[in-house]
């Protein structure tokens, strides 16, 4: 019965010395499980609209009104985005460093392919900086840019306007209060306040957190960020083309108009 019982026990102490073997090389199974997850190419469409119509340039005539109910047309757009920025639940950015300048004469500028490779995941909005914020905003900083003339003066006809870059032109023409046609140009860029002693320059970017813009990357993906130009003509501020009409680089009441009318300008469709 001893040697029986024995046997029994040094089964007994082979079965649980086996079974440990396997639950530790389970254990390390799991521990060697890595998770990859996939980077993937986001490609913006960016789009133009004027009261819910897609933007007709250079027409013969004068199709669009503003909220002072003065008939424009527009004969030139250009602007300039940066840093475009995933944000998940949990406040993780996914940010792309780079800038994408637009202009309605060229095409291939209306689509955007990020440098950046976006990560499969669950976003909870999209955003971008219309501009470039202070850090990005140097002066003489950007061949391309240079070479487009997209400076925005830090000395000419106007005197030093704060340098760095311009963030949008637009412009064309206006039915003035005696019926005839007259220019507007409307330039956004860093912002001059003659108010002040000295003279002081204000930062005139301002940031864009697209409204319904949640997003899920599970492949390849694209999307449109629309650019309703009437918007930058009203809400709060608006806008009288008899008053700010060319040149208002130097106007530092249209500067801050124009920023704070930007946050109603970009929406966001999948």
């Given at each position: 019965?001893?040697?029986?019982?024995?046997?029994?026990?040094?089964?007994?102490?082979?079965?649980?010395?086996?079974?440990?073997?396997?639950?530790?090389?389970?254990?390390?199974?799991?521990?060697?499980?890595?998770?990859?997850?996939?980077?993937?190419?986001?490609?913006?469409?960016?789009?133009?609209?004027?009261?819910?119509?897609?933007?007709?340039?250079?027409?013969?005539?004068?199709?669009?009104?503003?909220?002072?109910?003065?008939?424009?047309?527009?004969?030139?757009?250009?602007?300039?985005?940066?840093?475009?920025?995933?944000?998940?639940?949990?406040?993780?950015?996914?940010?792309?460093?780079?800038?994408?300048?637009?202009?309605?004469?060229?095409?291939?500028?209306?689509?955007?392919?990020?440098?950046?490779?976006?990560?499969?995941?669950?976003?909870?909005?999209?955003?971008?900086?219309?501009g470039f914020d202070e850090e990005d905003n140097i002066?003489?900083?950007?061949?391309?840019?240079?070479?487009?003339?997209?400076?925005?003066?830090?000395?000419?006809?106007?005197?030093?306007?704060?340098?760095?870059?311009?963030?949008?032109?637009?412009?064309?023409?206006?039915?003035?209060?005696?019926?005839?046609?007259?220019?507007?140009?409307?330039?956004?860029?860093?912002?001059?306040?003659?108010?002040?002693?000295?003279?002081?320059?204000?930062?005139?970017?301002?940031?864009?957190?697209?409204?319904?813009?949640?997003?899920?990357?599970?492949?390849?993906?694209?999307?449109?960020?629309?650019?309703n130009i009437e918007e930058w003509l009203q809400n709060?501020?608006?806008?009288?083309?008899?008053?700010?009409?060319?040149?208002?680089?130097?106007?530092?009441?249209?500067?801050?108009?124009?920023?704070?009318?930007?946050?109603?300008?970009?929406?966001?469709?999948?």
């Amino acid at each position: 019965m001893k040697n029986i019982n024995l046997n029994k026990l040094l089964f007994s102490a082979l079965a649980i010395f086996m079974f440990s073997l396997s639950a530790c090389k389970d254990d390390d199974d799991v521990d060697d499980v890595v998770i990859v997850v996939k980077d993937y190419t986001a490609i913006i469409n960016l789009t133009q609209y004027v009261n819910d119509s897609v933007l007709q340039m250079n027409t013969s005539g004068f199709p669009y009104e503003n909220a002072m109910m003065q008939k424009f047309k527009v004969t030139k757009l250009q602007y300039l985005i940066s840093d475009l920025t995933f944000t998940k639940d949990d406040g993780t950015k996914i940010v792309d460093n780079g800038y994408h300048y637009v202009t309605l004469s060229d095409s291939a500028s209306l689509t955007y392919t990020l440098s950046s490779k976006i990560p499969a995941g669950s976003y909870s909005s999209v955003g971008f900086t219309f501009g470039f914020d202070e850090e990005d905003n140097i002066t003489g900083e950007y061949a391309d840019l240079n070479t487009l003339g997209w400076n925005w003066p830090s000395m000419g006809m106007f005197g030093n306007l704060g340098g760095g870059y311009h963030f949008m032109r637009l412009e064309g023409d206006y039915l003035d209060s005696n019926n005839t046609s007259a220019e507007f140009k409307i330039h956004m860029g860093t912002a001059r306040n003659d108010n002040t002693n000295p003279v002081t320059f204000e930062a005139n970017h301002f940031d864009v957190i697209l409204a319904n813009s949640a997003i899920s990357v599970a492949n390849d993906f694209n999307f449109d960020i629309e650019m309703n130009i009437e918007e930058w003509l009203q809400n709060p501020t608006t806008w009288d083309f008899n008053v700010w009409n060319a040149p208002t680089m130097p106007i530092y009441n249209a500067q801050k108009a124009l920023n704070l009318n930007g946050s109603s300008v970009f929406s966001f469709k999948k």
